[in-house]
Nanobody
Framework: QVRLVESGGGLVQTGGSLRLSCTAS????????MGWYRQAHGKQREMVAI???????DYADSVKGRFTISRDIFKNTVYLQMNSLKPEDTAAYYC???????????WGQGTQVTVSS
């Protein structure tokens, strides 16, 4: 099991930026992939950005060109840089870690991002 600790959420105006951090309890190189997911009120949780063990990246179409996922292996940390934020980005953001042969996913506690009009 991987324990994930998130930080960086907050309230920003349209066009602003935030940087989310997710620190894992063990080396992120031992994890199949890590990613950021979000869930707006009344909506299903959706994938925002993924970074694989080998460093490959994937993004939801709605955030391409605005969000960047990255990692610091020495700090066991994954980041999500969010630029040009829009009100529709408002959601609870969760860090997820897929691990092991069973491909189980461990989740962080979530951090709220609110973008005002």
């Amino acid at each position: 099991q991987v324990r994930l600790v998130e930080s960086g959420g907050g309230l920003v105006q349209t066009g602003g930026s935030l940087r989310l951090s997710c620190t894992a309890s063990r080396s992120i190189l031992s994890i199949n992939h890590m990613g950021w997911y979000r869930q707006a009120h009344g909506k299903q949780r959706e994938m925002v950005a993924i970074i694989t063990n080998g460093g490959g990246r994937d993004y939801a179409d709605s955030v391409k060109g605005r969000f960047t996922i990255s990692r610091d292996i020495f700090k066991n940390t994954v980041y999500l840089q969010m630029n040009s934020l829009k009100p529709e980005d408002t959601a609870a953001y969760y860090c997820g870690a897929e691990r092991g042969a069973t491909r189980d996913i461990d989740w962080g506690q979530g951090t709220q991002v609110t973008v005002s009009s």
